[in-house]
């Protein structure tokens, strides 16, 4: 099962030898929602590859208030953590499952041997570090130039791209943590997109439109 996963998700990007290297040394590892898969400060010793679901990475300020970064899809792996295996740190974000997700984990230690010997995982390894790194400064664009009801619609939209549904199952303190603002501000605001027909609001339930 998990080859055919495998396969299917990285086939454009691995080549057939290291698929199958990948699947003989990984260890598969499945989580339910909302579980934390990395959580800060934890030691890193595997390279996360995720299989399916969706996976969101926060940080954390010393209050303990969270701050999305950005969310993983299915195909992609956290360049955060892979800094932090890179350099033998420990991990400096938080990954928390969007929905039911499952990863195949890397033995730290292939890393650095593939990246020299292996085109495929190097050319993968770099493309992945530059979409992350456009995500985080679009990330930073956000909180310094755009208003907050426009992250909030943005971070709707992004949300029905991940679940493939118009319709997000979401608490608005959820969506509170995740953009770094109260609960109240996050319900005025859904109130006034909804008066402007950009959603529908029903309990628990975001309808885009």
């Not at 033998?88 to 890393?111: C, F, G, N, W, Y």
């Not at 109260?182 to 109130?191: A, D, E, G, P, T």
């Amino acid at each position: 099962m998990t080859t055919d996963v495998l396969s299917q998700k990285f086939s454009h990007t691995f080549d057939n030898a290291l698929i199958n290297e990948i699947n003989t040394i990984g260890k598969t590892a499945s989580f339910q929602q909302n579980d934390i898969i990395i959580d800060i400060g934890q030691p890193l010793k595997h390279v996360p590859l995720l299989l399916s679901g969706n996976i969101k990475i926060l940080r954390e300020d010393q209050d303990g208030n969270e701050l999305l970064i950005y969310f993983l899809e299915a195909g992609e792996t956290c360049t955060m953590s892979l800094t932090c295996c890179m350099g033998t740190t420990k991990s400096k974000i938080r990954a928390v499952a969007e929905q039911d997700s499952t990863l195949i984990m890397i033995p730290v230690q292939h890393m650095q041997t593939w990246f020299h010997q292996n085109a495929s995982w190097r050319n993968f390894i770099l493309e992945s570090y530059q979409n992350r790194f456009d995500e985080m400064l679009q990330t930073i664009d956000n909180l310094a130039f755009i208003k907050m009801d426009e992250r909030l619609h943005k971070y709707l939209i992004n949300k029905t791209k991940l679940h493939a549904t118009k319709t997000i199952i979401v608490k608005h303190q959820d969506i509170a943590e995740d953009l770094h603002t109260s609960r109240v501000v996050v319900s005025r605001l859904l109130k006034q997109l909804e008066n402007q027909n950009k959603i529908k609001l029903s309990r628990n339930k975001i309808e885009v439109l």
